[in-house]
């Protein structure tokens, strides 16, 4: 399947989340034809409003709404749809009518490859945890779909950079290690977008050399796997591979 062809479809719960871990795969994607689009479950009401805050709180789901559009314009990413879940509350939320808005946007962008978070929510945030699993859920309603990705850390790395509060999995099971370094400064600009969000990532201030070791490798498991003709991953992002 060449690039022109292909479409993902990234789902996840509130804006920064594509870009923090897998704004530069996803940047790449883009860039080689892949129509890259984005289904956000919350506005990030529940969010930071930035040290010193830089909204006031009622302001903040339209300051982080404008930082996600910035974010994905950055990226080279279709304008993002966003859904009006409760942020820190997604877990609370009807699985029926999630799965729903979720199956629906699939229906509408036809993505061959889905990528959300895993059953970790790779930091332990139930709205994560909560995400991934109505995705997971849309994803085996849909047989479509050639192939399920979740964002993943390997041990070795989050042993590396004594990330306590990651919850990385088995280097063995990662199934796509990407070095983001020819879209690194298209992940920076993504990720100053969200400068709401800036004072509480803690190795956004780090010196460069650490921040590329997180934020410039990028990795994922493969979570469902349907139709290997129609998963454009692997031979897309092989020239970019670990």
């Known amino acids: 399947m060449t690039g022109g062809k292909a479409s993902l479809l990234a789902v996840f719960a509130h804006p920064d989340d594509e870009t923090f871990r897998p704004g530069g795969t996803l940047a790449l994607l883009a860039r080689k034809g892949v129509k890259v689009h ?49 942020d820190g509350h997604l877990r609370e939320a009807d699985p029926g009518a999630a799965r729903a808005d979720i199956l629906a946007f699939m229906g509408e962008v036809r993505p061959h490859v889905v990528l959300t978070f895993g059953a970790d929510g790779l930091s332990g945030h139930p709205d994560h945890i909560a995400i991934g699993r109505f995705t997971v859920q849309a994803y085996a309603a849909n047989d479509h779909v050639a192939a399920l990705y979740t964002l993943a850390v390997p041990r070795s790395l ?79 992002l092989k020239e970019y591979s670990l």
């Open 38 to 86: 984005l289904l956000t479950a919350t506005r990030g009401e529940a969010g930071s409003r930035g040290d010193p805050p830089l909204c006031e709180a009622k302001d903040l789901p339209d300051v982080r709404e404008r930082e996600l559009r910035c974010a994905c314009a950055a990226l080279g990413l279709e304008p993002p749809r966003v859904l009006n879940y409760e």
């Open 158 to 236: 989050a042993e590396q950079l004594e990330m306590r509060q990651v919850h990385s999995v088995p280097d063995e099971q990662i199934a796509l290690r990407v070095d983001v370094t020819p879209a690194w400064e298209v992940k920076k600009a993504a990720m100053n977008c969200h400068m709401t969000q800036r004072t509480s990532t803690p190795l956004i201030s780090a010196p460069e050399e650490r921040q590329r070791l997180f934020f410039g490798r990028e990795f994922f498991a493969l979570a469902g796997y349907r139709a290997p003709e129609s998963d454009f991953m692997p031979a897309l």
